[in-house]
């Protein structure tokens, strides 16, 4: 009753932005795309043109672009809003710009991980997507089959046997079918979230999993800014320390040399360059690719050029390269179409389960209560009972809920009759 609409929510939402490389490109083909006209003018002359057009704007990204058709991209922030500045690279000509906040994928992303309601939807979508578990695990439960039961009902719905049982068997065996894909999607998305994601990349990058002393050219540094805050940066790479140019008092090294060293370094063709703001900033080079073994995080500084740390998939270790083939997984990039049809194949099947789940329940509900079981006594619940503190300790945001729900429960569900008789309680 509770996340049934959260669940259904981040299914649908889910669904339209597995499809985002082709939605862009069909909504923003006049931006994306340019006609080959022989040798691309230099990045130092694109970005002069823009800051011809936008004369008062800080210059912060510059974004070659992937092959040969695509456009160029600077990104600006003027009037205390970030735009994309797209430039033709054969002729240098402006094509147009873009408002970040006013992209259609951006405001699907934000409605999918945070509800459009910042930190207080992050941590609602995170709470929804840990009782999932909760609730896979409970219908597992519940679906798990009898002594000497057939496979109709278990594996698929049995149509002769009234409507009850096929409404009953028309969310259980679809349920089952999808589980494994649902738990996917739910723990692939968690590293992404606020409070729970955050706490595990901390734990990963502390516990030794982090950072091999082979991506610096020298001693690594201790900073208090981390990469994802200057930087869209692969997951594994968000919490490298910064490290400083050193050489400061010498002119900053041009954008076209920092091309000229991401083209040697075999960056792959995607990535973007993060332009220093000050004169200790380094140049931040990031790929983040469709496929997750494609990933590159790398510093410059901005005064000699030397590559002062170098993280890229094969150096991330066991956790990092599972969550970041679990995010291009998740996100239907790691294999292409066929990727982007399974993903959306489970989240249509997560839509079934949860709009199937919300008719049983309404169905089969009294019209003067919630239709809730009684609770049986704990001590024929020490399973569970073990099991569901087990999952409040692993996703701490619902063993919170759990003692928020006890203490409601006690304090104001047990000592009101009439909300006690309509909860079953």
């Known amino acids: 009753m509770i996340f049934a609409p959260f669940l259904f929510i981040l299914a649908v939402t889910g669904s339209i932005y597995l499809f985002k490389p082709q939605i862009e490109q069909m909504i923003y083909q006049d931006y994306y795309e340019v006609t080959p006209q022989g040798e691309k003018v230099a990045a130092s002359a694109q970005i002069e043109e823009v800051k011809n057009l936008y004369p008062d704007a800080i210059i912060n990204k510059y974004r070659p672009g992937e092959n040969t058709m695509r456009s160029s991209e600077v990104s600006i922030t003027a009037n205390d809003e970030s735009l994309t500045i797209f430039i033709d690279p054969y002729t240098g000509e402006f094509i147009g710009e873009q408002n970040s906040k006013d992209k259609i994928m951006n405001k699907i992303e934000e409605i999918h991980g945070e509800l459009m309601a910042g930190t207080l939807g992050d941590r609602i979508v995170e709470l929804a997507a840990c009782w999932a578990v909760v609730l896979i695990v409970t219908g597992l439960y519940l679906w798990f089959p009898k002594k000497n039961q057939r496979l109709s009902g278990v594996l698929y719905p049995r149509f002769n046997k009234g409507k009850k049982i096929l409404r009953r068997d028309l969310h259980a065996v679809p349920a089952f079918w999808v589980t494994a894909g649902m738990l996917f999607l739910i723990m692939t998305g968690l590293p992404w979230s606020g409070f729970w994601g955050s706490n595990f990349q901390s734990i990963a990058t502390n516990s030794g999993a982090g950072y091999p002393p082979s991506i610096w050219s020298g001693d690594a540094p201790t900073s208090i800014i981390k990469t994802k805050d200057i930087a869209e940066v692969p997951w594994a790479a968000e919490n490298l320390d910064v490290p400083l140019s050193k050489i400061q008092g010498y002119i900053p090294l041009p954008i076209d040399d920092v091309v000229a060293i991401a083209n040697r370094e075999g960056l792959h063709p995607s990535y973007t360059v993060s332009i220093p ?56 990039t790691q294999f292409g179409l066929i990727n982007q049809l399974v993903s959306l194949l489970i989240c249509l099947g997560i839509i079934l389960v949860t709009v199937s789940g919300f008719y049983l329940w309404w169905k089969r509900k009294p019209k003067k209560g919630s239709g809730a079981p009684k609770a049986p006594s704990l001590k024929k619940m020490k399973f569970f009972l073990v099991l569901l503190i087990g999952l409040g300790i692993l996703f701490p945001l619902v063993g919170l809920s759990l003692i928020v729900v006890w203490l409601i429960d006690w304090l104001i569900i047990q000592r009101i009759a009439v909300v006690k008789k309509f909860l079953n309680a």
Do not use: C, F
């Open 277 to 332: 703001q000050d004169t200790v900033g380094v140049y931040t080079l990031s790929a983040y690719p469709p496929k997750a073994q494609d990933e590159v995080t790398m510093h410059i500084d901005q005064y000699s050029g030397a590559v002062l740390a170098d993280y890229r998939y094969q150096n991330y270790g066991l956790v990092g390269k599972s969550v970041a083939w679990g995010i291009t997984l998740h996100k239907g």
